[in-house]
């Protein structure tokens, strides 16, 4: 399979799973089975059905100008691999939509074409609705990445990765023994391209869009909207387990403890090494004073996370949120004896060394963090923080 593959200018593709705060989760032997519809509890959240949620339609939707815009960039072409290639390379040239990437940039296909910012999620969806308006065969595919986080306002965000898959139309009058196929992936890291896929439909798609859009009102104490958000993703797609856990950390938030147990659980039940449900119901449980069980989780949870570099990342800028140097550096240290490759790490000991007026340890750390970064943005931001040391 052959990749095509974008970028955006600032960043890398990603949507995300909430994570909260150090929250580690928990699960249980033998949950009681129940009906999705018993674990909505509307009644805790007046007002949500005040807010609108967008329709399929409306996410997919593309008005008059991006669909010229569509038929313009493939006029005079007449292979279809050329016609995506050049359609694709319109979307991201900075001559044409000059797209800029933003973590909270969840919106719906033709807002991503007028407003030219985009996360991960948005930006496949208005590609999909570009290509399928010229009439290509395209569709969505999860990279089945490891664990990654990032953080943004006290929280970490669990973040995945999708790409589209391309198959251009068969000639009826040749026989195929192979059908061959091309992924449209906006991830600059190489790496990644040899994760395994799984096809993604449409329907889930859509409920990752309500999901993001959850999580968005979430970080922001916004709970009627994130509740509108959620209930829609599970209603759509039953068996998306992150919105359940989304869901449970939101009625953890709101005090519905009984609520939240029942929608980890019910997580558990379609995915029981779901390290995120695992992680969130242990957290439950120490509120609830079982704290046997959440140990017992939490030590389940990080015999298996042990091995990922991210989450001693992730671990060292909860340190450094909290001010915790020494243990924020042994994080940042173990990252990078699991991967000597990951800038995160000599970025995130950068910092420590900055905070605690090691000058010298920090330039070298900075250098060596940019020296590992895989795009220009990271680059860039290295630099930047290497010039304003040069000017103390």
């Not at 059908?179 to 992936?185: A, K, L, N, P, V």
Request: charged content about 25%.
């Amino acid at each position: 399979m052959f990749t095509f593959v974008f970028k955006l200018k600032r960043h890398v593709c990603l949507l995300f799973a909430l994570v909260l705060l150090g929250c580690q989760s928990t699960a249980t032997t033998n949950p009681v089975i129940v009906t999705s519809e018993s674990l909505l509890y509307d009644q805790g959240f007046e007002g949500f059905s005040d807010h609108l949620v967008e329709t399929e339609d409306e996410i997919f939707y593309l008005d008059e100008e991006a669909k010229t815009f569509v038929h313009k960039a493939i006029v005079n072409l007449d292979s279809e691999i050329d016609q995506v290639e050049a359609l694709v390379h319109a979307v991201f040239d900075r001559s044409e939509l000059n797209l800029l990437y933003q973590a909270n940039a969840n919106t719906v296909a033709n807002d991503t074409y007028k407003l030219k910012e985009a996360n991960c999620l948005s930006m496949s969806i208005m590609t999909y609705a570009l290509t399928r308006e010229a009439g290509f065969k395209v569709d969505f595919q999860e990279v089945l990445i490891p664990e990654y986080w990032t953080r943004r306002q006290g929280y970490s965000l669990l973040n995945g990765h999708i790409n589209l898959k391309f198959t251009p139309h068969l000639d009826t009058n040749v026989l195929n023994l192979r059908t061959r196929s091309y992924q449209i992936d906006f991830d600059p890291q190489p790496a990644r391209r040899s994760f395994s896929k799984k096809p993604v439909s449409k329907e889930r798609i859509v409920a990752m869009f309500y999901n993001n859009k959850g999580a968005d009102a979430l970080v922001k104490q916004q709970f009627p909207l994130a509740y509108a958000y959620f209930r829609q993703a599970v209603i759509n797609e039953p068996l998306f387990t992150s919105a359940w856990v989304n869901l449970g950390i939101l009625y953890r938030m709101a005090g519905y403890l009984e609520s939240a147990e029942k929608v980890y659980l019910h997580a558990l039940q379609q995915s029981s090494n779901n390290l995120n449900a695992l992680e969130n119901l242990a957290y439950l449980y120490k509120i609830n004073g079982n704290i046997n069980s959440a140990n017992k989780i939490i030590a389940k949870v990080e015999r298996k996370r042990a091995i990922n570099p991210y989450y001693h990342v992730n671990l060292g800028e909860q340190d450094i949120e909290q001010r915790n140097w020494k243990l924020a550096l042994g994080h940042f240290k173990k990252a990078l004896i699991l991967n000597r490759n990951m800038h995160e790490g000599y970025f995130g000991l950068a910092r420590v060394y900055f905070e605690i007026g090691e000058l010298d340890e920090s330039e070298r750390y900075l250098k060596l963090a940019k020296n590992k970064a895989f795009n220009n943005h990271y680059e860039e931001k290295y630099q930047s923080k290497l010039d304003f040391l040069s000017s103390l």
